[in-house]
Structure formats: structure tokens, C-alpha cells
């Protein structure tokens, strides 16, 4: 699957390899029908026609009978017409017979006419000529995969995609054990499904951060499908609440932004803001998100807009020089929005196609810090249309309801379209996703299931749906 799908027709080049090699016009081999009529010259034609005619298109050149010796072909042509005709050989014309070698006594002897003993003629080497260049072998080693089939990258993409899927399911090995599990042991020994089932199965899903609201719908979807004799055991339950689950994951892509090909192309470049509480990991989130949109063939700056905290301006510049992603930024103390005005010139200037925006990490008893968020965000609409087109808030999924309570703050103020959530791999409380969605109307974007550079991942409703249950 492509990280980032936002891609603009320009940025792909047609190599043509797959096109037969065009000759200029001059050299170009005549048609059948145009050789039929050159090698067959109509009557009445003269020698010097025909001899003007040969020095254009170079047929072979057969010599006219005369009873002599023919005129030995120069060894250009010669070399010229061995490549283009297959050899023939011919017994000797009685008119040109070879000279009988001479015996030690002065007499000639007379070799017997037959084929089988007539020396096969010297064949002249051909003139040493360039090869043409073979479009197959020329990619042969190709590290842009131009000499793989489709079949072949196809077969890698899929191969990357279950890597990740493996990789993501690992990460929420925790919280399916919290979920999953107490699901198995509320259903253990139980032949029907009563009251008190019910009561347990509500503090096994309350237990998985999913949330009140979200688990009180989920019990209501529950307790319809038992009186309609739908739910009568664990598996028909599994299904009814991972169906559940997929859905409120899917609908909240309506409330924020679900996919940055939502913006037009012609929006350049496609802006990013990042915000978040200090300690969730968010400059390690632009760090990797920087890495992750710039394989995929994007050129990305990024803008350290945090000049509140001392250290954030040389954590971003490690991550920038690890990914090799150019970084914006200014002394301590400097206003955010003016670092940022600068950024959206550089990128402009670079024509780079993502601009991902730091920004201070704020509390909402910060209103300083909130009032300069907001100008922030007015001086991207100024300069690039619709920006920011993204604001992605980070949320440490180990904070669970804590991290849904940051998320309601910033949705005052910063407009958030998104959630990155981080450290999904450290704990048992992966169900706070689902009550982010639920609760907030967001969608999840990203999530971080590790420290390396490319452990962020696009958040699949599907993949996380099926991973707590598998």
C-alpha cells in the first residue's frame, strides 16, 4: 500500500522503454512493398540509374556476365553485404577456372572437379561494427526496478504490505490480549447469554479504553442481536462487536480529513501541522513522517516552528539529518508564525511538495501558546490555499482517556483534522483509538508501533479491527 497517495501526473516521466527504437527517416528501413519495387527496377532502367539508386539504398549487387573474371568487390561492401545476406557458395565458373598448382618436376597436376574437394573460399571478416545497445540488458541491474515486470513489483508491494500487517498486529498483541481474552473467559462455561454475561463482557471492554459511550452502543447492538436470537454464541458475538468496532473506525474519516488526496494537486506545497502535549512523541512522529512521505518520491522541508522549548529545535535537526529532510529554523525566542512565514517561502522556492510544521507543545491553561497557534494557522491560509490541509494531533495511546481529554482541548483552538497515535505497541489500552473516533469524530492517520525510522504506519480500520481478534 503507498504511504502517501497525493501524487501529480508531472511527476512521472516516460521513459519509453517499452517502445520500439525510432530511427531518423533517412535511416529507416524502406516498407515491403516500397524493397519490392527498389529491388526489382522497372524496364529500360540504365546502369547509371541503377548505380544512383544503389549508392541511396545499398541493395546487393549482382555483376553482369561478361565471360571474365568478376571485379573483386572492395572489402567494406563486401563486409556489408556478409551481414545483411546469407552466405552462398558456389562451384567455380568454367570461364574462370583456378590455375593447377605445379608439380616438383614441372608438371601440373590435375585436381579432381568435385565440390567435396574445392577449398571453401576465405570469407573476409566483417568490419568491426558498435552493437546496439539491448534495452533489456541495459536495466538488467536497474535500481529503479525498470528491468522488473509488474508482476514482480506487484508481488513486493503485496509481500510489503503483509510485512506491515504482521508488524501492526504484533503492536496490539497487548490490547487483543486484554480484549480478546477476558472475552474467551466471560463466555467460558457459560451455555447462554444472561445479565450478568453481559455486565462482564462491559468491564472487559471499558478495561480496553474503547469507552463508555462506545461500549454502552456496542452492548445496545449486543442485546438487539440476542433478542432476535442473532447473537447465541462467542463467535456470533465476536462478529457483532468487531463489525461494530470497523464501522464507528470508518465513519469518523467524515469529521476530519481521511486521505491527503482530498486536496487538489494543484495545491502546493500540501501543509502539515503537527500538535501535541511535550512527551507523546511528536518530534520523533515528524521525524518519521518526513522519512515515510519522502521514499515514496516527495520532497518534503520541514519547519521547527517550536521556539518555545530550547531542546526542540536540536531534536528536530537530528531526525532531519537522519532522514536527510532540509529543516527551517530559527534562534530561541523567535516568533512561530514569522519561522513559519519563511518555510512556506523556502518550499514554495523549492517547489517541495509536503511542509510539516512543528509546533510548541501546549496544555490549555497555555493561552499564550493557543493565541499563537492561531496565528500560525492564518498566516499558512495567507500564503498557501486551504493550509494547513492537515493538523494531525499526536496522542500517547499508553495515556488513554488522558489522551482523549488532551484531544478535546485542542479541538477548541487548533482545528484538529487528524490523530497520530504513538507507543500502540507499549500497551494494553489500544482501544483508545476507537474512542477517539467515536467520541471525536477524528480519524486516525498514523500510528507508531516502534522506535525505528519506518515504525509508523498508515492506520488500517480493517487490519486494527481484525489484529484484536485474530
Known sequence: MAFWRRKKEDRYITLGLNEPAQRPAEEQAPSTADAGTQLEPPAGTTGAALKTEASVIQPAIEPAPTGASPTPTPARESALRDAAQPKVIESPRPSAAPTTPQTATGTSEKRPETVAATPPPARTPPAPTTPAPTRSSAFSTSILGLDRSLEDLQAEEAALEQAFAARFSRAIAKTRESLSEKIDTVFQGRKQIDAELLDELEEA??????????????????????????????????????????????????????????????????????????????????????????????????????????????????????????????????????????????????????????????????????????????????????APHETLLVVDAVTGQNGLEQARQFLKVAGVTGIVLTKLDGTAKGGIAVAIAKELGLPIRYAGIGEKVDDLVKFEPEVYVDGLFS
Open 205 to 386: 471492554l471499558i478495561a480496553a479504553d474503547i469507552g463508555v459511550p462506545t461500549t454502552l452502543a456496542i452492548l445496545e447492538t449486543v442485546r438487539r442481536g440476542i433478542s432476535r436470537k442473532e447473537i447465541n454464541d462467542v463467535e456470533a458475538l465476536k462478529a457483532s462487536i468487531k463489525h461494530e468496532l470497523l464501522t464507528i473506525l470508518q465513519d469518523s474519516k467524515k469529521g476530519g480529513v481521511g486521505d491527503e488526496s482530498e486536496a487538489p494537486d494543484d495545491v502546493v506545497p500540501y501543509v502539515i501541522m503537527v500538535v501535541g502535549v511535550n512527551g507523546v512523541g511528536k518530534t520523533t512522529t515528524i521525524g518519521k513522517l518526513a522519512q515515510r512521505i519522502k521514499a515514496e518520491g516527495n520532497d518534503v522541508l520541514i519547519c521547527a516552528a517550536d521556539t518555545f522549548r530550547a531542546a526542540a529545535s536540536d531534536q528536530l535537526a537530528i531526525w532531519a539529518e537522519r532522514t536527510g529532510v532540509p529543516l527551517i529554523q530559527q534562534k530561541h525566542g523567535t516568533d512561530p508564525a514569522a519561522v513559519l512565514f519563511d518555510a512556506l517561502k523556502a518550499a514554495k522556492a523549492r517547489k517541495s511538495d509536503v511542509l510539516i510544521v512543528d509546533t510548541a507543545g501546549r496544555l490549555h491553561n497555555k493561552s499564550n501558546l493557543m493565541a499563537e497557534l492561531e496565528k500560525m494557522k492564518r498566516v499558512a491560509a495567507r500564503e498557501v490555499e486551504g
